[in-house]
DNA sequence: AAAGGCAGCAACCGCACAAGA
DNA sequence: ATCTTGTGCGGTTGCTGCCTT
């Protein structure tokens, strides 16, 4: 038996909103505010709606300066920046956009950002790799042609024969991780390498090639219509390194001991942390926002990860 | 001009989490 | 400590309008 329904499905109108709707929805929130309920809101407003239906429309649509219409080469670039560091967290992208709504950018990406990177894609065998030489105990890492061009960049890793993206790795935490620090203990397949990824996917520790941000390599153009993603041997911190062959030789050598929380919290923690600091990474992210704000807003949106990491 | 295909986007669904009882 | 409820989020669906044949 699941849930019950947060509304009477059976009583609430589904689909598009007309403008009446709109303007009613409207001008209760301008008088009265959302009364911080909206599973009661359709009510007091005299709406036919499921509550969450009113906060998706409010939120997406009828609030205050949502913005609308094209999307600047810049904020394409921020987009791109946040994806690739952080993945599909549309809501925390959003945070950068001001006026950009979490769904927008999330259909923005979908329908076309997605195809833009894939569209200019070289084929496969115009893409060879060169490999570098790995240290003892980490993992060979592979980097890419540095290119002026942010959709070449991201489009690379893009493979027409499984319309998928692969062999890339954000420099980021695995998502189950950063939301919930027990799925650590109890998922220890989130180490396990694996070779693609969509907006869909989770992010596991990078295990061949590294997409990473800022520093030197690839550089902006000159009328900025680039951004500063980077990737390659150079970029690749030691220390992130040394953390994912931390996790990996660690797992192997004593699974328990890594994963156990509860009778391990001290030590174990302590060293996540210390790797985890020199491995969560944004580099010179060019944004509006300061990176401190950025990995703010991470932090607070994921108070797992908050827990045992502090910066 | 009509039909089919496709892209874009608004809206829905279900899950996870947090807060409060 | 457990359960219930509201909220927020990301993934998906389906409607609509445009384009192509």
Redesign the pocket.
């Known amino acids: 038996m699941?849930?019950?329904p947060?509304c009477d499905?059976a009583n609430v109108?589904?689909?598009?909103?007309s403008p009446e709707e709109d303007s009613k929805l409207k001008e209760y929130i301008e008088k009265y505010g959302?009364g911080?309920?909206?599973?009661?809101f359709p009510q007091k407003a005299g709406l036919k709606?499921?509550?969450?239906?009113c906060?998706?429309?409010w939120l997406?649509?009828l609030r205050p300066n949502i913005k609308?219409g094209e999307f600047s080469e810049e904020e394409d670039r921020i987009i791109c920046t946040l994806f690739a560091n952080i993945g599909?967290?549309?809501?925390?992208i959003a945070a950068q956009l001001p006026g950009r709504t979490?769904?927008?950018i999330?259909?923005?990406w979908?329908?076309?950002l997605k195809?833009k990177l894939m569209g200019i894609n070289p084929p496969a065998h115009e893409r060879k790799l060169p490999t570098f030489a790995s240290s003892p105990g980490i993992p060979p890492f592979q980097s890419q042609p540095l290119s002026s061009s942010l959709y070449e960049e991201c489009s690379s890793y893009y493979s027409q024969t499984t319309k998928s993206f692969s062999g890339l790795e954000a420099i980021s935490f695995p998502s189950n991780y950063l939301?919930?620090s027990s799925?650590l203990a109890t998922n220890p397949s989130i180490f396990q390498t694996h070779e693609s990824w969509v907006?869909?996917q989770p992010y596991y520790p990078v295990t061949e090639n590294v997409l990473t941000l800022g520093s030197e390599g690839s550089r902006s153009s000159d009328d900025g219509s680039s951004t500063q993603i980077s990737y390659g041997r150079d970029n690749i911190k030691q220390e992130g390194m040394a953390f994912q062959s931390y996790i990996s030789t660690g797992l192997e050598e004593n699974p328990k001991s890594m994963l156990n929380y509860d009778s391990n919290r001290g030590e174990n923690l302590k060293q996540w942390a210390e790797k985890a600091n020199a491995y969560f990474d944004f580099g010179e992210i060019p944004l509006h926002y300061a990176l401190d704000e950025v990995k703010q807003l991470i932090r607070s949106?994921n108070?797992?990860f908050n827990s045992f990491v502090q910066y």
Do not use: M, V
């Open positions: 699941g849930r019950a947060c499905k109108k589904k689909g598009p909103w959302t911080g309920n909206w599973i009661a709606r499921c509550g969450k239906s906060r998706l429309r997406n649509y609308h599909s967290r549309w809501s925390i979490d769904n927008d999330k259909n923005y979908n329908t076309k195809k939301s919930s799925s907006g869909s949106s108070s797992g």
